[in-house]
C-alpha cells in the first residue's frame, strides 16, 4: 500500500523549493492570507475582483491552481512574539505576564484558538523529454537533458514570479514555501493523528526516496 501511494502522489524528487514530478512537471506553492472584504468599499471589492480575475487570465491553460484551506489552532509563534513584547518589565508585573501567558498556552493546549492557513498550489506541464538515439553518446544525451530541463524551469519560474507579484499586490502576502513546509503538509494530511498527537518528523535532505517511505505511518486515509 505504501509504495502505491507514494506512485499515486506522483513525486520524482526535489529542486531548491520546487517539486519535480515523475511526468516532469514542475510544482510549487504560497502561503497566503485571506482577504477580509466585510468591511471595504465596493471600489475596493471590485479592484481586488479585477486582479485576481487578471490573474487567472495570464496564466497559460496548461498549469493548475488549487486552493488548500486548513484550519489549525497552533499559535506558538504568536505566544512567542507575545512574550518577547513584555520581556524586561518591571518586576512587580512578572506575575500577571505569566499568568496571561499560561492562560494563552493552556487555551492553546485545548484547541480553543482556530488559525486558518490559506495555501495555493501552482503546477506547470509536464515536461517531455527528447528520445535517445541508440547511437547517441550518454555525455550528449546527459548535457542535453540538464539544458532542456534548465529552459523548462525558467520557464515555470517567469510563471511563478508573475502569480507571486499579483498576489502580492492584490494583498494576500504570498510566502513561498519550502521544503519542509511541503513535506509537513503532505505528512499532516495522510497523518493527521499522528501529526496532531506526535508531530512531524524531520525533513531528511541526504535521501528523498526516504522522506517519501515516512510519508505514511498510519493509514493512507485523508483523515484517520
Known amino acids: 500500500m505504501q509504495k502505491s501511494i507514494k506512485n499515486m502522489l506522483g513525486l520524482w524528487h526535489t529542486d531548491e523549493n520546487l517539486i519535480v514530478f515523475n511526468d516532469g512537471s514542475l510544482g510549487s506553492g504560497f502561503r497566503v492570507v485571506g482577504n477580509d472584504i466585510s468591511l471595504k ?8 475582483s479585477q486582479k485576481i480575475e487578471n490573474l487567472l487570465a495570464s496564466i497559460p491553460e496548461d498549469y493548475s491552481l488549487q486552493f488548500f484551506y486548513k ?10 512574539k507575545h512574550e518577547m513584547v513584555s ?18 498556552k493552556r487555551n492553546e493546549e485545548s484547541r480553543s484558538y482556530f488559525v486558518p492557513e490559506i495555501y495555493l498550489f501552482i503546477r506547470g506541464p509536464k515536461h517531455t523529454l527528447r528520445k535517445r538515439s541508440f547511437f547517441e ?13 534548465n529552459s523548462h524551469r525558467q520557464k515555470f519560474e517567469r510563471t511563478l514570479n508573475l502569480i507571486e507579484s499579483t498576489l502580492g499586490s492584490s494583498g494576500v502576502k504570498p510566502t513561498l ?6 513535506f509537513g503538509l503532505i505528512f499532516s494530511y495522510l497523518n493527521y493523528s499522528r501529526a496532531e498527537g506526535v508531530g512531524v518528523p524531520k525533513l531528511r535532505d541526504d535521501s528523498f526516496d526516504h522522506t517519501l517511505s515516512c510519508l505514511l505511518y498510519t493509514s493512507p486515509s485523508p483523515r484517520d
Open 41 to 48: 468599499a465596493p471600489d475596493e471589492i471590485n479592484q481586488f
Open 71 to 80: 484550519l489549525g489552532h497552533k499559535v506558538e509563534k504568536l505566544l512567542d
Open 87 to 104: 520581556a524586561g518589565c518591571s518586576e512587580k508585573y512578572e506575575p500577571i505576564k505569566k499568568a496571561r501567558l499560561n492562560f494563552f
Open 137 to 149: 553518446k550518454a555525455e550528449r544525451y546527459v548535457e542535453l537533458t540538464k539544458e532542456e530541463y
Open 177 to 182: 514555501l519550502e521544503n519542509e513546509e511541503w
